[in-house]
């Protein structure tokens, strides 16, 4: 006992002493760091674009457009008098996902297929912002320059975008790979079936695509916000 009692001693006085020696000195525990308050800011900035997007096609939808929305694609919102909040929708969708993409981009995981996944949606985050400049041709009426711009940027957000989204959810693990796999089978086959038999029903489509992007972008910036990153 008397032994146990001197090493008790001198194993606390070696402590303070450490303690002395090395003021800024620590002890290694499970408790992970601190992430980077901009991570925070970015996704508090994503979802607010985000739900500025989706609000304004919900409006949209409700407001007397004359627009089709089963044949329609969402972006001849952007022609008429109900343009401007099409607009709007595309600037704050297009800020929400390039801040999804910089906040994952701060996570600087090892990994190089997040790394190259988040950087795909930034560019796609910039396309839909741009995409709200140049409105789109209708079905039907002369071809222009804005339309044509409107084409190749809206091509680049539904590419780039949902292969960077693939790579982020590979990540993530099987379950959010697993179901964007699934989700882009089922569009994509009726998108062709749609083609294939003349169906003329690309708007809801294309629809159902945009909304499970938009969730799968919600669920993404709640997780960078929440600090739950693959490692």
Not at 1 to 23: G, N
Not at 55 to 60: I, R
Not at 145 to 157: A, E, I
Request: net charge positive; hydrophobic share 55%; proline share 5%.
């Amino acid at each position: 006992m008397i032994l146990k009692a001197a090493v008790a001693r001198k194993t606390e006085r070696d402590l303070d002493m450490t303690s002395f020696a090395f003021p800024n000195a620590y002890l290694e525990t499970d408790v992970p760091p601190r992430s980077w308050p901009w991570t925070g800011i970015l996704s508090l900035v994503s979802l607010a674009g985000l739900s500025c997007f989706g609000l304004s096609v919900l409006f949209l939808h409700l407001a007397p457009t004359g627009y089709d929305p089963i044949r329609q694609a969402v972006s001849d919102y952007a022609v008429g008098p109900f343009g401007v909040f099409m607009a709007i929708g595309f600037f704050g969708g297009g800020v929400g996902v390039a801040a999804l993409g910089v906040a994952l981009l701060l996570a600087a995981s090892p990994s190089r297929a997040f790394n190259v996944g988040t950087a795909l949606v930034l560019v796609a985050g910039i396309s839909l912002f741009l995409v709200g400049l140049f409105p789109t041709d209708l079905e039907g009426s002369a071809t222009t320059f804005h339309g044509m711009v409107h084409s190749v940027l809206s091509q680049v957000v539904f590419s780039l975008g949902p292969i960077g989204m693939l790579l982020i959810s590979f990540c993530y693990g099987k379950r959010w790979f697993g179901v964007s796999i699934l989700i882009y089978a089922v569009t994509g086959a009726f998108l062709a079936v749609n083609l294939a038999l003349s169906l003329g029903q690309t708007g809801i489509a294309e629809r159902f695509f945009i909304l499970f992007l938009l969730c799968w972008w919600l669920t993404a910036s709640i997780r960078a916000f929440r600090g739950r990153l693959p490692a």
